[in-house]
C-alpha cells in the first residue's frame, strides 16, 4: 500500500530528523536561541593535551594510617582556541558515552590542530560532573573560543565515564585539578601558550564542577564537611579534603587572583552540608549560578542558598523553570545514547537530556549567558552589562517595539531574546554587602 502524501511527509521528515541526529552534532544554534549564543567571528581550532601534576596525594591509594603516597596525576584536556584565518571549520570527536564502554562520534566547528589566531585570548577551564568527560560540554568549548576565548575542557581523573574511581577522589581533587589546569595552561611555551592570556580566567563549572568552582573561587568546605564519618562515600581518608577547608592555609594558597569570574551550574554541596553560609561568605569572584528549577541532585532550594549566602560578592541566578540537574550543560544526547546499554542496563540518554526542556534550546541561552558573564568580567567589555539589567520573571517582560524593531519606552522584554523565547526563565541578582 502506498503512503498518503501526509504520511510520506512525515516519513520523510523522520528520517532527515534521524540522519541529523546521527551527526552528533554539537555546534547547533536554533534560529530563535538569543542573541549572543550565535557563533563569534573566529574559526575555531582544538587541541589535545595531557598535563602532569607529578606528586599529587592519591586519594584512592590513601589508606586509613600512614603517610599518604602521591602519584602523578596525568589530566587530559580538550583545549579550543581562536584558529588562523583561512582554517577551514570542522571537524569531529571521539568520545565515550556515560556507560564507559560506547564510542561516538561527535561533529562540530573545530578543526583539529589548526594554527591560532593572532592575538592574547582570556583563559576559560570548563569542568564536567560526576561522571563525565571533557566533551560534556564541547559545545561551550566552541561557541567561547568562536568569540576571542582559549577554551580548556578538562577530563578529571577517577570521574570520567571510562575512569570512573571512589567519589572521595573528586571531593578533594576537583579544585585542585582546576587550579592546575590554569597553571599548566599558564606555562605553555609554544604557539597556543603564546596567544592564552590566563591573567585573565574564567571557571565554568557543571555539578561537582560546580562544587569544584566555588572551591577554587574562595568557598571553602566547612569543619563538619571535613570530619564527617558517613555516608563512607563522602568521607576522604586521613581527613584529606582539610586542605579544602575555609580558613586553613591549604585552601588560601588555593584560590587564585588570576581567575575573574565563575559559571557554576547545578553546583553540588550545599545539599549535603559541605558549605555552610560562613564559608560561601568568603567567596569574593563574580558568580554567575545556573539551576533547574526541578533540580533533585544539587537540589534546587540548596542552589538558592548558595546564591542567597555568597554575600561576599555580586552573584546571579538563572532558573530554567521545570528542569532537572541536566539544565543548560549537557550536550545534546549522542544517537547512541538513545538505545539500551548492556553495561547500564537501560538506555543512557536520560544522562544527557531533560523531561521539559531541549538541550540546544538550553544550550543556546547558557551561551547566551555565559558570553555575556565572561566578556564582562574577563574582558571588561561594560556594553554586556545590559544584558544582565532584567526583569526576574521573563514571561513579566513586555515586547513593545516599532515598525524597525526599535523598542518603544514600554519594552521590558530581556535583552537579546527575541519575542516568545524567554519563557519558563528566571534571572535574579544580587550585589556583594
Known sequence: MTPGPRIAVLIAGAALAQAAQAENAIDLVRPDAPELAAHGQYVVGVRTLTFTDEDRIDVVNTTAEGTPPVAPREITVEAFYPAAEGTEPGGTYDAILRDGMTSVTLTGMAARDAAPAEGSFPLVVISHGYPGNRFLMAHMGENLASKGYVAVSVDHPDSTYSDLGAFASTLVNRPVDQAFVVESMAALDDDLGAITDAERTGVVGYSMGGYGALIFGGAGVTEAAVTRTEPERFVPPQRLLARNQAGSAEHAALVDPRVKALVAIGPWGRNTDF?????????????????????????????????????????????????????????????EAWEVSDA?????????????????????????????????????????????D????????????????????????????????????RFEARQAE
Open 275 to 335: 558549605w555552610d553560609a560562613e564559608g560561601l561568605a568568603t567567596l569574593e569572584k563574580p558568580l554567575l549560578l545556573v539551576a533547574g528549577g526541578a533540580d533533585d541532585v544539587s537540589e534546587y532550594d540548596s542552589i538558592r542558598e548558595i546564591f542567597e549566602e555568597t554575600s561576599g560578592t555580586n552573584r546571579h541566578l538563572l532558573t530554567f523553570e521545570g528542569a532537572n540537574h541536566n539544565a543548560a550543560a549537557p550536550m545534546p544526547a549522542p544517537a
Open 344 to 388: 547500564l542496563g537501560r538506555a543512557p540518554f536520560d544522562h544527557y537530556a531533560d523531561a521539559v526542556w531541549d538541550n540546544v534550546r538550553m544550550n543556546n541561552i547558557l551561551q547566551h549567558f555565559a558570553t555575556v558573564f565572561l566578556d564582562l568580567h574577563l574582558k571588561g567589555d561594560e556594553t554586556r552589562a545590559g544584558y544582565l
Open 390 to 425: 532584567l526583569v526576574e520573571t521573563a514571561e513579566d517582560g513586555t515586547w513593545s517595539t516599532g515598525e524597525d524593531g526599535t523598542p518603544d519606552a514600554d519594552h521590558t522584554y530581556w535583552t537579546g531574546f527575541p519575542n516568545r523565547t524567554a519563557m519558563k526563565l
